[in-house]
C-alpha cells in the first residue's frame, strides 16, 4: 500500500518560514522523483519544484531563491524549505510520488494547508 504523508503546514506571517515533510512508504523511494503542487482556494493545481532521486531540482519562477527541496532517501523522506513567504504562497500543497521510467506510477499525498497573512 503506497502512502505519502505530508506534515508541517500551518499559518505564517509573511516573510516567515515553514518546512513542510512527505514521508513515503510503499514504493521504492530511490526509484521516483518527488515533487511538491500547491493548489489555491478557486485556482487549479500547480507544480512547484521537483527534485530527482540524484539531488537534481527544478522551480517554477515564482518560489525560485525563497524555497529549497531535499530528500534524503535514507528515510523516504522528502523535504520543502519555505522562506521569505508572501500571501501569495497561501495554498495547500500536495507531495507527489511519480517513477523515473513509468509514468502511470504516480501518488500523492493528502495535503498539507499552508496559509501566510499578517
Known amino acids: 500500500q503506497v502512502q505519502l504523508v505530508e506534515s508541517g503546514g500551518g499559518l505564517v506571517q509573511p516573510g516567515g518560514s515553514l518546512r513542510l515533510s512527505c514521508a513515503a512508504s510503499?514504493?521504492?523511494?530511490?526509484?521516483?522523483?518527488m515533487g511538491w503542487y500547491r493548489q489555491a482556494p478557486g485556482k487549479q493545481r500547480e507544480w512547484v519544484v521537483t527534485?530527482?532521486?540524484?539531488?537534481?531540482?527544478s522551480y517554477a519562477d515564482s518560489v525560485k531563491g525563497r524555497f529549497a527541496i531535499s530528500r534524503d532517501n535514507a528515510k523516504n523522506t522528502v523535504y520543502l524549505q519555505m522562506t521569505s513567504l508572501k500571501p501569495e504562497d497561501t495554498a495547500v500543497y500536495y507531495c507527489?510520488?511519480?517513477?523515473?521510467?513509468?509514468?502511470?506510477?504516480?501518488?500523492w499525498g493528502q495535503g498539507t494547508q499552508v496559509t501566510v497573512s499578517s
Open positions: 527534485i530527482i532521486s540524484g539531488g537534481s531540482t
Open positions: 507527489n510520488a511519480r517513477h523515473i521510467y513509468d509514468d502511470s506510477l504516480d501518488y
Open positions: 510503499g514504493i521504492i523511494f530511490s526509484t521516483y522523483a
